[in-house]
């Protein structure tokens, strides 16, 4: 799906990544790890194409990422922020339909009428049907995430890019979050690229983790063989202990407190 060969990239004189290859297969969830100012963000922002590589190339299903034009790059890939949408005054059903964008033609209409049982099978599944006529103004940030999901679930995409997707949900509803995007992926063969600052998250949700540090990768695979207290300590600063999940085998973090008593 996505082969990133070489990739460098700089802001001014700081190098924010250097000589990064990577690779993701189709169906692939991957999660990129890392401290704050690592890089990860700029990670995907070159693969969403809003940034170019100063050297190195990036290809996607075979083609330079380069070779796409907007459009047609919007039926492949969807990119959904921690804030995924502003408080504007749209209701949330239009705000889904805006995600049918790619495959409308200039007039805005689509070659298939089957575009509005979509929607309304996204809004069921999303829980969003009550809300439907609210505009995204009055939601809470919770609410607000679902919409942006449902909009970047009637894109259909093929590969879709989170960033930091559950920071501003309750517990109950980053697990939500995660368990809809683990049931698409199931579901459609979709791939998926998610930063994500929760280790445990990430560790219960993705096949793979790819470890950035200072604009480097220092370790990429499956979160088992990923997740070290050691790794841990090097990259992030910080003591832990792993424990492993009673349900699903995974490592999960433990924190040790800084001061010792
Ligand atoms: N457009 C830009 N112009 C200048 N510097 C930038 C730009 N975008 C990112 N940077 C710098 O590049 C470095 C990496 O930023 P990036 O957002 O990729 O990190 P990150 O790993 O996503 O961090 P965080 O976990 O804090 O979101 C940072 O030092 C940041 O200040």
């Not at 990064?20 to 189709?26: E, H, L, S």
């Not at 499956?222 to 910080?238: A, N």
């Amino acid at each position: 799906m996505i082969e990133i060969t070489g990739v460098s990239k700089a802001y001014g004189r700081q190098h924010v990544l250097k000589d990064v290859y990577w690779r993701v297969q189709a169906g692939e969830f991957w999660g990129l790890i890392g401290p704050n100012g690592s890089g990860k963000t700029t990670l995907l922002n070159l693969i969403s194409g809003v940034e170019q590589p100063d050297a190195g190339s990036i290809m996607l299903q075979g083609a330079p990422l380069s070779s796409y034009t907007r459009k047609s790059l919007s039926r492949k890939m969807a990119v959904l922020q921690q804030d995924g949408l502003p408080r504007v005054a749209y209701p949330v059903r239009e705000v889904v339909e805006m995600g049918r964008f790619p495959y409308q033609d200039w007039r805005g209409r689509e070659k298939h009428e089957d575009n509005v049982r979509l929607v309304e099978g996204i809004m069921e599944k999303l829980e969003l049907t009550e809300l439907a006529d609210r505009p995204l103004s009055v939601l809470s940030g919770g609410q607000r995430q679902r919409a942006a999901l449902g909009k970047v679930m009637a894109q259909q995409p093929e590969l879709v890019l989170l960033d930091e997707p559950t920071t501003y949900l309750d517990l109950r509803y980053q697990i939500q979050f995660m368990e809809l995007i683990a049931d698409w992926q199931k579901q459609d063969g979709l791939t998926v690229v998610s930063v994500l600052h929760d280790l445990n998250l990430a560790a219960l949700f993705c096949d793979r983790l790819l470890v950035i540090s200072e604009g480097g990768i220092v370790a990429q695979g499956p979160p088992d063989e990923i997740l070290t207290e050691k790794m841990i300590e090097e990259v992030f600063g910080v003591k832990s202990h792993l424990v492993v999940h009673p349900d699903t085998k995974t490592p999960q973090l433990l924190l040790q407190r800084a001061i010792e008593k």
